[in-house]
């Protein structure tokens, strides 16, 4: 049997990790956060000393940086050349600088072929969220979900999970600016053609989880 992929692309503090990791839970499928590979070679390159401005280098030490990443969903992490950096990616520092290096487009290419081995070696089923999931990495995805929420609400989200860990001013950068640099490099604000907009803005999680659950089981009893 094929392995049946789902592909969840959302703006920061859309609840998209949250939602996926349920999702996957709940079908006992696997789950991949594109967004901690691009975290994890941000904390490479800011440990690493080579200049924003060398982007031929920084690809290449991408392409040749080792990435262990876990897609269980109760236990998701990731370690760079057998560092585990599972909290070091969440640092407000790596949270800064991460979109810099996700806009080299060397760099996206070397981690969408990763991210595209990663699902094609999965079992069962995948639950895959990021920023180009529904458009780029697998648009061919059994379902495909753009997960929105209005600014203040997503700000709001980012700030309750951070807590004392960050400063008002870095959420919001965090949130409103890394989503205006992300966006010019990925288009995650408007839904590609097939892409169902599921809008969490007044919606708990249990709730939202509820929504793409049952999408993913129409989808499946039609694809049947
Ligand atoms: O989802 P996140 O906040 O952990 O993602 C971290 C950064 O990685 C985000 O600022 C943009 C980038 N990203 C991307 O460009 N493409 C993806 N598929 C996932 C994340």
Redesign the pocket.
């Given at each position: 049997m094929s392995v049946v992929v789902v592909a969840i692309d959302g703006p920061?503090g859309s609840g998209?990790s949250s939602t996926s990791r349920a999702v996957a839970e709940h079908f006992g499928w696997a789950y991949l956060?594109?967004?901690?590979m691009?975290?994890a070679v941000a904390w490479a390159w800011l440990g690493s000393g080579i200049p924003l401005e060398d982007a031929d280098a920084i690809v290449a030490m991408v392409r040749r940086t080792p990435l262990r990443i876990t897609t269980d969903p109760a236990a998701p992490g990731i370690a760079v050349d057998g560092t585990d950096v599972s909290t070091a990616i969440r640092d407000p520092r790596v949270s800064a600088e991460?979109?810099k290096v996700?806009s080299i487009q060397g760099v996206r290419d070397e981690l969408i072929a990763r991210q595209r081995a990663l699902i094609a070696a999965a079992d069962g089923g995948i639950v895959v969220e990021?920023?180009?999931?529904t458009t780029v990495?697998a648009p061919d995805a059994d379902v495909r979900i753009l997960l929105v929420a209005d600014p203040g609400a997503r700000v709001a989200r980012r700030a309750a999970e951070l807590g004392a860990r960050a400063t008002g001013a870095e959420v919001t950068d965090q949130v409103i600016r890394?989503d205006r640099d992300?966006s010019r490099?990925?288009t995650f604000t408007e839904a590609a053609a097939g892409v169902t907009v599921i809008d969490s803005t007044y919606d708990d999680l249990p709730t939202v989880v509820g929504r793409v659950v049952a999408l993913v089981e129409q989808t499946l009893a039609e694809e049947h």
């Open positions: 920061s998209k956060d594109t967004g901690a691009y975290r991460v979109s996700s990021g920023r180009d999931i990495v890394r992300d490099v990925t």
